[in-house]
Structures are given as structure tokens and as C-alpha cells.
């Protein structure tokens, strides 16, 4: 009703539930997920001081791996310096194409991640995250 679905962010859509497919059969949760992410990616921040509570640890280069997921911080050393973020298509298939492999649960709550068993270099922080 807004509005804020046409132009570009229309076809962003469009592209994001196809990617999903796989993720979310159902049309109905691919679907809460797809406006779910564009929401979080294309609404206005509330404040300066909300933005910096919903900052994703990702986006920070000195990430502290000592929570829930370690290991985000290790970046390899032959990757190049990663922009802010990349073409939402691009970062969906690094994260798909690399997850099993970089990824490993742990006992309790932890979650390992080794970006060094990556196939290629994350596009972006955003893909990190």
C-alpha cells in the first residue's frame, strides 16, 4: 500500500524468491522471509543510536568471538578488503554454495565458523552476516 516495492526493489523481489525456492517450498514463508529481508534492507533507521543496536556483528572489523558465533573475525588472509555489501544474488549463492563447509554447530549454543574452508571469497560482510 506504501508503494515501496516498485521499481528496482520489484525485480530484487522477484529474484529473491526465486533464489528461496529451494529454502521455503511454501510460497506463503518464502514469501514472510522475501519482505522480511527487503524490509530490513530498505526501511529508513529509526534513530542513530537503534541503528547501532541492530547492527549485524558482521559489518564491524573488530568483531569479538566470544558469543554465540565464533570465528566471523578470522577473515583468510588471501581475501580482499570485502565492501559494506554486493548484489543480493551474489551473497545469497556464496552463503548457499559455502555454508556446509564453513559452518559446524557446536555443543550448546556455539557456532564455528571457518571462512578459510570457504570455496572463494565472501562478495561482502552482508554475505558474512
Not at 76 to 93: D, H, K, Q, R, Y
Not at 112 to 124: E, I
Request: net charge negative; proline share 8%.
Amino acid at each position: 500500500m506504501e508503494g515501496r516495492w516498485y521499481g528496482h526493489i520489484e525485480l530484487e523481489r522477484d529474484e529473491m524468491m526465486k533464489l528461496a525456492k529451494k529454502q521455503y517450498p511454501d510460497k506463503r514463508a518464502r514469501q514472510q522471509w522475501v519482505y522480511g529481508e527487503l524490509d530490513r534492507m530498505y526501511s529508513p533507521p529509526e534513530s542513530p543510536a537503534k541503528e547501532a543496536e541492530n547492527t549485524p556483528l558482521a559489518y564491524s572489523t573488530s568483531v569479538v568471538d566470544d558469543g554465540q558465533i565464533q570465528g566471523l573475525s578470522a577473515i583468510p588472509e588471501g581475501w580482499p578488503e570485502l565492501p559494506a555489501n554486493a548484489s543480493l544474488a551474489s551473497e545469497v549463492a556464496w552463503v548457499q554454495a559455502n555454508r556446509l563447509r564453513i559452518v559446524e554447530k557446536r555443543s550448546g549454543q556455539t557456532t564455528l565458523v571457518q571462512l578459510d574452508q570457504a570455496l572463494s571469497p565472501a562478495p561482502s560482510w552482508a554475505a558474512l552476516g
